[in-house]
Each structure stands twice: as C-alpha cells, then as structure tokens.
C-alpha cells in the first residue's frame, strides 16, 4: 500500500518554510509540527518506518502518548513529528471539554 512512506516523503519534500519575524512567536513556535493520529498498534510501526527512511538529524520525532505525555505539552511544537493515536486525542480532548461543563439541574413543578 505504501501510505506511510508516501507521508514520509511528502514531510522531507514540503517542509514548513521559516515563517517571518514580523509573525508573532507565540505563533511562530506552535506551527512547525506535523500531527500524525494513529491506531496505537501502529504507532511504533510510524516510529520505526520514520527511523529507517529518513536520514538521522532530518526529522525530529515526538511520540505523545503514555501517562507522562502532559509533561511534554511544551515541547511539542519542537518537534517537527508528533505521533500519537486516537485514544490519546480521545482522552485530552474530553478532558479539555470537560472543564467547560455546567451541571445543570432538573426542575419539575408539582401542582
């Protein structure tokens, strides 16, 4: 099938330009990283597919995954691969939405 060598090669080919000083840094540092989800039985399979075809120094790679993975929020954006799966975004994403729940409570009138 060949799909993740096809995304290797389109992350080495398109790499992000250097975005100019005039941007802001807080904008500067969180665009740089390419977000790969994946099933978690394939996240070592990406690692691994990363490590033997591109050239060592050429992609920096992350994989966000893990009980310690809140650790690492600030580095994210120093990678230029993040490799995560679906349960992960599952789980911070709830955790996220979460925060802005209201209870909200059920009045019935009794006449």
């Not at 994210?76 to 994403?93: A, G, I, M, P, R």
Request: glycine letters at 2%; aromatic letters at 6%; a positive charge.
């Amino acid at each position: 099938m060949g799909k993740t060598i096809q995304i290797i090669s389109l992350l080495l080919c398109r790499p992000f330009p250097p975005l100019p000083q005039s941007v802001p840094s807080l904008v500067r540092s969180s665009v740089c990283s390419t977000l790969i989800v994946t099933p978690l039985a394939a996240l070592l399979q990406w690692k691994s597919e990363l490590d033997r075809f591109v050239v060592p120094g050429r992609l920096s790679v992350l994989i966000y995954h893990g009980s310690q993975r809140r650790a690492l929020h600030s580095a994210l954006h120093q990678y230029d691969v993040v490799l995560t799966t679906y349960q992960t975004v599952e789980q911070d994403f709830r955790k996220q939405t979460n925060k802005h729940k209201v209870p909200c409570e059920v009045l019935t009138r009794i006449h």
